[in-house]
């Protein structure tokens, strides 16, 4: 029986040094995943709301109304105001979806920004105004669903923006702005050290079965 434990013994060990090794693998070479975000603000009454889906291969999740881009666009875009497509989000967190028909089961937080061209409205005859640009993107993210973490990293990559205004009583004002990236690079961070536990604690559940086994052999 000594043996039988001892043996699970070195298991155990050689389990936890194994994941131990993998994880530092992944710290020192991270392998990039592909990932889109699409940020679309819109113009609700007096307040612009800004929603954002960011596409993982395994999933997708979704938030709204979490962020407010810094230094922001223009509400009553007059003819010549000065704009600009680098924005920030600045640290955000709270609810979102990973399914939402579901409603809110998930939560993110992070601290993105969008680094595009400085640009003037120029109103056409009848008050409209749209242009798009080429934009690059950064940041950092963590998704959680439950009690178990989806993504936790850095994102970047390169995209384009659009920015358009619409010709309304009184004078023109912001129709919009969207953010599409689908050339974005996640790295995740190193997997948790709970994964490690829990592969011990499996394992050592293997210890007293053996003894049990063992005592019903002899």
Not at 5 to 13: K, L, Q, S
Not at 125 to 132: A, E, S, V, W
């Amino acid at each position: 029986m000594r043996r039988s434990v001892r043996r699970a013994i070195v298991i155990v060990g050689m389990a936890i040094a194994g994941v131990a090794f993998q994880a530092h693998r992944a710290a020192a070479d991270p392998i990039p995943i592909p990932v889109s975000v699409d940020l679309i603000g819109s113009v609700r009454g007096a307040e612009i709301d800004e929603d954002w889906t960011v596409t993982f291969p395994k999933f997708a999740v979704s938030f709204f109304e979490l962020t407010h881009l810094q230094p922001g666009f223009c509400f009553d875009c007059d003819n010549g105001t000065a704009l600009t497509f680098a924005q920030s989000t600045g640290p955000f967190a709270g609810p979102a979806c990973i399914s939402c028909t579901t409603g809110f089961n998930a939560r993110v937080a992070g601290d993105v920004s969008f680094v595009g061209p400085d640009f003037v409205v120029d109103l056409d005859q009848f008050g409209f105004f749209r242009i798009d640009a080429p934009v690059t993107f950064s940041g950092t993210l963590a998704v959680a669903e439950g009690s178990g973490t989806l993504f936790r990293g850095t994102l970047v990559g390169s995209g384009t923006a659009t920015m358009s205004v619409e010709s309304l009583p009184p004078g023109p004002r912001l129709a919009g702005y969207e953010y599409h990236v689908s050339g974005v690079s996640g790295v995740a961070a190193t997997p948790e050290p709970t994964s490690i536990l829990l592969l011990g604690s499996g394992l050592l559940w293997f210890l007293p079965r053996r003894r049990k086994d063992s005592a019903g052999t002899n």
